[in-house]
């Protein structure tokens, strides 16, 4: 692993605030408490629930991104019939995806639902061994420089993902703990 894609993620966690910190610290577990919430709600496996806030997520708004799944998973349970009548700010495809998951139809899987798209499920389930790696983390670094690609291939992306785990445990953190942080404060530098 190339000790400088290591010491830019370093660097870039070295320079949040403590805030950002421990707002990236509690990002995944507030973000589990909704989906356990929506989860016993509906009366569905918490598991069901993040697979489905993960496959629409692309290019949203996390709250538009919670309220669409839950509206979906909503549909999905009581009202199957009004399902055509649903609109999305998501990618209609992405929808598709989610409802061919619930119905079983099509499994969650790293290579066929996409590396993204997986870890983002297993963390929101707070499960540490995954790092979620989206638009927002491709701006921390320059992947081209560290990897000779401008695409996120699957070595690209493990190897991302195990330099954020390796600044993690420097810092006491989990990977997603740490992932979080740096996305809190690249989520916000866009907006400005």
Do not use: C
């Amino acid at each position: 692993m190339d000790y400088k894609l290591i010491e830019a993620i370093d660097q870039a966690v070295a320079g949040l605030d403590s805030k950002t910190i421990n707002e990236g610290i509690e990002w995944y577990p507030e973000a589990n408490k909704k989906i356990r919430r929506i989860a016993h709600s509906l009366a569905l496996p918490s598991n069901v629930v993040a697979e489905t806030v993960s496959i629409l997520s692309p290019a949203q708004v996390w709250e538009s991104n919670i309220d669409e799944a839950h509206r979906l998973l909503f549909s999905l349970k009581y009202e199957p019939d009004q399902l055509e009548k649903l609109t999305f700010t998501t990618y209609r495809s992405n929808v598709e995806k989610a409802i061919r998951v619930y119905r079983k139809e099509e499994v969650m899987n790293q290579d066929k639902s996409g590396f993204k798209t997986y870890a983002f499920a297993h963390n929101l389930l707070l499960e540490d061994q995954y790092v979620t790696i989206d638009r927002h983390m491709l701006k921390l670094v320059d992947i081209e420089k560290f990897f000779g690609t401008k695409s996120l291939t699957k070595k690209t992306y493990f190897a991302y993902a195990d330099a954020i785990k390796k600044v993690a445990k420097k810092y006491n953190l989990k990977g997603y703990e740490v992932q979080a942080s740096l996305w809190l404060k690249l989520r916000d530098q866009e907006v400005e």
